[in-house]
């Protein structure tokens, strides 16, 4: 059984940066590709961030630029810096892994950013 567990999100400033960590456990097949998603009140689940096991990343364009997602293959880990925060990025995070056509999702983590 795979668990994803995400750590920290917080309340920020407008243009303050935080770094969430998302590790993963269980049975995990070594070629996936891991992400972050995101979800503000009201709003659909949208794509943030993705990364395979090889390195190669995507972006939402408005996160180009702010946000830079990374991991750790063998510690099962992703990342995700954000920098330059506004308030729209305000939502709940979720990680995400997928393989062989499954979907692994975090509970989430919520950033806030207000002044």
């Known amino acids: 059984q795979v668990q994803l567990v995400e750590s920290g999100g917080g309340l920020v400033q407008p243009g303050g940066s935080l770094r969430l960590s998302c590790a993963a456990s269980g049975s995990i097949f070594s070629i996936n590709v891991m992400g972050w998603y995101r979800q503000a009140p009201g709003n659909q689940r949208e794509l943030v961030a993705g990364?395979?096991?090889?390195?190669?990343?995507n972006y939402a364009d408005s996160v180009k630029g702010r946000f830079t997602i990374s991991r750790d293959n063998a510690k099962n880990t992703v990342y995700l810096q954000m920098n330059s925060l506004k308030p729209e990025d305000t939502a709940d995070y979720y990680c995400?892994?997928?393989?062989?056509?499954?979907?692994?999702w975090g509970k989430g983590t919520l950033v806030t950013v207000s002044s």
């Open positions: 995400n892994l997928k393989y062989f056509g499954m979907d692994y």
């Open positions: 990364i395979t096991s090889g390195g190669s990343t």
